[in-house]
């Protein structure tokens, strides 16, 4: 299997050339040179596989995916990083993303029960696995310098946290992360791990990240690598997931279901997006945004409209706040057919100029809901608020906002019919405080986090300076 980039490239690459990679050369994102399909058989196979704990249930059904994908790491070797990253030990379950059902057909898909309590580690932790052993293959190391506002960071920490050859340098705004998303992070006292606490905003943060990036000569000699949402490896690894959510909702595989996933830079539903082109029955793809809309106007209009910061919300799903969706190009690449050129007339220089583009009176869009499944809708804060509390009165289970955004939606596009399955993102303690308003208590604390804000922490707070971050990434990666 070779990967291309979606703003037409000629170069084809390996997974594991690309596996450290961000961007493909031409600004482009990377993507198989086409969909494997699963027929009939295989997909009866994979069923067994994944109901059989003796033949290895989720682990062995990511190795059968991965697979697919992966063609230069010897299978013996790609079956062990699978077994080690994903175990009960890892995700508090055998099932390792087992279904709860609400309504009668109606499930949520729980994707939060590894360290970090968000879905993030369900690719993350296999990137940890990957990353360490490419680089031990290569004698190479790599410095992951990255910004997060929460969610993104702490599933890195610990993802690498004691890995071979990696380094993690953590740019967060001081003072502004949840204290539980603080001490989730702070609290790691691995060598390898660094938290940096900027006195700014996360846009500062970002902004350090891009200078570092763009001082080519400091990344090269540096070994500055990331970890962000655009890396095929983390999208490839969520895939298996809606294997498995669909394996649990049917009992044999004449029978569709419809997926709905809260959604951001696009990353968890673009996975979507490919277990459907491989052939999983999955009739409707449903993104559910919050105010945060952009991409709930897209698919209403066809119009794809980056926000200005002003423009863009601070909300109670803060995972989902973007201006911009990071992963959509992969989407729209092919439902222009692959047409790489005009992928990059899209999302090159004509996006940073205009800052939107319309495909409403597009024959590919015009047809896209039949023929990619998707959907779309929005959620706000007082719709979050009243989801938990309903969900709570109806079903006695606690949902986290974002999650909170999916079922709203999911509520008003599910027919009845087929299962519907939407993506549990995050536990509600990593946003109690939005849990408090709606329900007037604190959410359950899983016990591993009694307490945790109380820990040491290991943190360095530093001035938004790009040069004082370079000073410390290099007296520390000796
Ligand atoms: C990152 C995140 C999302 C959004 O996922 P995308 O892949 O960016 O669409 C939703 N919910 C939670 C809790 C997250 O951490």
């Not at 419809?258 to 830079?265: E, K, R, W």
């Amino acid at each position: 299997m070779l990967y291309l980039s979606t703003r037409g490239h000629p170069d084809r690459k390996h997974f594991c050339e690309i596996l450290l990679e961000g961007l493909a050369p031409d600004g482009g994102l990377y993507l198989p040179e086409r969909y494997p399909q699963v027929d009939a058989a295989t997909l009866a196979r994979w069923r067994e596989v994944f109901n059989d704990a003796a033949a290895g249930g989720y682990a062995a059904l990511a190795f059968e995916i991965l697979s697919l994908y992966i063609d230069d790491i010897p299978a013996a070797d790609l079956k062990a990083l699978c077994d080690k990253t994903y175990t009960e030990a890892v995700y508090g379950t055998a099932a390792i993303v087992p279904l709860k059902q609400l309504d009668d057909g109606f499930y949520l898909e729980a994707l939060s029960n590894g360290p970090t309590l968000a879905f993030k580690d369900m690719a993350m932790q296999l990137l940890g696995h990957l990353f360490e052993y490419e680089l031990a293959r290569r004698g190479e190391e790599l410095n992951i310098l990255g910004a997060t506002s929460g969610d993104t960071g702490s599933a890195a920490e610990y993802a690498m946290r004691g890995k071979k050859g990696v380094r993690v340098f953590m740019l967060s705004p001081h003072g502004r992360m949840s204290p539980f998303q603080q001490a989730q992070m702070f609290s790691l006292m691995d060598e390898n791990i660094h938290n940096i606490a900027i006195e700014g905003v996360f846009d500062d943060c970002q902004d350090i990240v891009k200078n570092v990036s763009n001082d080519l000569a400091f990344k090269r000699q540096y070994k500055i690598g990331t970890v962000n949402s655009i890396n095929w490896a983390r999208l490839l690894a969520q895939v298996v997931y809606y294997f498995a959510g669909y394996f649990q909702a049917t009992a044999n595989d004449a029978q569709q279901v419809s997926f709905t996933v809260p959604s951001g830079n696009f990353g968890n539903v673009c996975a979507g997006h490919v277990a459907r082109m491989m052939g999983l029955p999955i009739r409707q793809l449903v993104v559910a945004t919050n105010e945060n809309d952009v991409l709930d106007e897209f698919f209403r209009t066809g119009t794809y409209r980056v926000r200005a910061s002003a423009d863009t919300h601070e909300t109670s799903s803060p995972s989902m706040d973007i201006s911009k969706a990071s992963n959509f190009e992969r989407f729209v690449f092919d439902l222009l057919g692959r047409d790489g050129e005009r992928t990059k007339a899209l999302f090159g220089a004509g996006l940073s100029e205009q800052g939107r583009f319309d495909l409403g009176g597009d024959p590919a869009f015009a047809d896209a809901a039949a023929r990619f499944g998707f959907v779309s809708g929005k959620s706000t804060h007082a719709d979050r608020l009243k989801t938990i509390k309903v969900t709570d009165d109806r079903f006695a289970v606690v949902i986290d906002t974002h999650t909170a955004d999916g079922v709203k939606v999911a509520r008003e596009v599910w027919n009845g019919q087929e299962p519907m399955i939407v993506l549990e993102t995050a536990l509600p303690i990593k946003f109690a405080q939005t849990i408090v308003e709606a329900l007037g208590h604190e959410p359950d604390r899983p016990a591993q986090f009694e307490g945790i804000e109380a820990l040491p922490k290991r943190v360095q707070v530093m001035p938004a300076d790009t040069a004082a971050v370079q000073r410390y990434v290099m007296a520390h990666c000796a």
